[in-house]
């Protein structure tokens, strides 16, 4: 998830790839409410996991909010299998 977050924001955004990396932040990459609500449409659009689904509370790093579409993928998977994902109670 997180190279995709990085094809995205060089490829789509149009950020200079020496300044992506994992502990980059938030506003290190000077992105606005407005990137950040396309980025997440785009990514909906290709994982299936809503927005709504993803707890993108105080993200302060490019690591950390690929963890949580990693995690909300999981849970859609697993949703979708029946079973609980891992980490997560039934």
Do not use: H
């Not at 105080?58 to 690591?63: F, I, M, S, Y």
């Amino acid at each position: 998830m997180y190279e995709t977050i990085t094809q995205l924001l060089i490829e789509e955004f149009g950020i200079e790839a020496e300044r992506v990396c994992p502990t980059a932040t938030v506003q290190d990459l000077e992105l606005d409410s407005l990137t950040l609500a396309e980025l997440s449409v785009i990514l909906t659009e290709q994982t299936g996991v809503r927005v709504e689904d993803v707890d993108l509370g105080p993200v302060n790093t490019l690591a950390e909010l690929a963890e949580r579409f990693t995690a909300a993928l999981s849970a859609a998977s697993a949703d979708a299998a029946g079973e609980p994902a891992a980490g997560i109670p039934a």
